[in-house]
């Protein structure tokens, strides 16, 4: 096994040096401009915007232009992109480099959900390895000329009968991506059970570009753990970071051979909601017709996250579902000084799963999916035009 020290490097994407080796992945409805920034104030690394499909690009959809939105001081800027189309990605890469929009692109092959794989893409698409090859290299030779690394992040396959990564690894490789990107998981376990780190370690021993790792880092010991097991690159976080954006800081400190580690008290705790609270604001604020609307949006779009932050702390039923229904800034204010800013971090809570759980299930497909490895027709009615998720 490789030891953590031996990884100390920045990681390498096309001309993109990233420390710490850490990507944020993108989650639909939680990676917005404002917890980015909320985050990178924490720690380094690469912070992904929401997913953003390729056809909604191209058609110039309002809330996908909308959602293609970076600080001032965010870099590299990086981007998610799905799509099943080949010519329609190439499309949307060469929207992105000519209006200069992103710095890196990521390509989305990971998705589990139903609406997405009985289209035949996200983590279903991989299985189609002439289309998924063709797709790949449409994208690098649309970005190629500017300089725009692009990367994909996938899972190890539709289920245990039908394994890709190793063999998507080899094509994304050969189609010229700067970096890979492996989920432990299949698309039928969804987010249930553990992720599979000795599948990481296989595909970083058969890859020669840089290989990250996802699943199952909840601390910032799990993603030194893993760098242990596998040897990979970097370490993509997801779930692990929901209501505790200060995991960043952690992971800095982690990969620097830092001991500390952030155990926040439920007054420190309330600080950060009130600043994520406050960028979102801003965001939403900046995209408004009045400062009212902006501030009512952005503070519903923090209800979401009250429960991940407060997850483990002694606080009450009634005070959680108020914070959970705030329509202002002051609002927000009123209740979190409601709080016990003496109560310590629950450590109880720690290395536990957060956000989305669920059980494995069946992986909805088009008909005749898996009866031809070889077949490269584009599914018919695959795009998706909304994006997020």
């Not at 970097?234 to 209501?243: F, H, I």
């Amino acid at each position: 096994m490789t030891s953590p020290a031996a990884v100390l490097r920045p990681l390498t994407i096309g001309p993109h040096q990233v420390w710490p080796p850490v990507v944020l992945a993108p989650m639909a409805g939680i990676t917005n401009v404002g917890f980015r920034q909320l985050c990178r104030e924490q720690g380094g690394g690469i912070y992904v915007c929401e997913m953003i499909t390729t056809v909604a690009l191209v058609q110039r959809n309002p809330k996908t232009l909308r959602m293609i939105a970076f600080g001032a001081d965010e870099r590299p800027r990086s981007l998610q992109l799905y799509g099943t189309d080949p010519e329609i990605t190439a499309q949307a890469v060469r929207i992105v480099v000519e209006r200069d929009l992103a710095d890196h692109i990521d390509l989305n092959f990971g998705c589990p959900v139903p609406k997405v794989t009985r289209r035949g893409g996200g983590s279903a698409l991989p299985w189609r390895r002439r289309l998924f090859a063709r797709l790949v290299r449409a994208a690098v030779d649309a970005a190629s000329p500017a300089g725009v690394p692009v990367t994909v992040k996938m899972r190890k396959g539709i289920d245990d009968d039908h394994l890709t990564y190793v063999e998507a690894g080899l094509a994304a490789q050969d189609a010229g991506v700067a970096a890979v990107a492996l989920h432990g998981r299949t698309a039928a376990q969804r987010y249930s059970g553990t992720a599979d780190w000795d599948a990481i370690a296989t595909l970083k021993q058969a890859l020669d570009v840089p290989v990250l790792g996802n699943g199952d880092i909840w601390e910032a010991d799990d993603a030194l753990r893993m760098v242990a097991h596998t040897g990979v690159d970097g370490v993509v976080v997801g779930r692990g970071c929901l209501g505790r954006p200060w995991l960043f800081a952690d992971l800095q400190a982690a990969f620097e051979g830092r001991p500390e580690r952030r155990l926040p008290t439920l007054g420190e705790v309330a600080v950060t909601m009130r600043r994520h609270a406050e960028l979102l604001v801003d965001q939403f604020t900046a995209g408004s017709r009045t400062p009212a609307r902006g501030e009512r949006d952005g503070c519903t779009d923090f209800r979401k996250h009250v429960a991940w932050y407060l997850k483990g702390f002694p606080v009450g039923s009634e005070l959680r579902r108020e914070l959970a229904m705030i329509e202002s800034l002051a609002q927000l204010d009123d209740l979190l000084g409601k709080l016990d800013v003496a109560e310590p971090f629950p450590v109880a809570a720690l290395g536990q799963p957060r956000g989305r759980t669920n059980s494995p299930g069946k992986v909805f497909l088009p008909e005749g999916w898996l009866d031809s490895r070889d077949d490269d027709t584009v599914p018919e009615g695959a795009e998706l035009d909304d994006s997020g998720g």
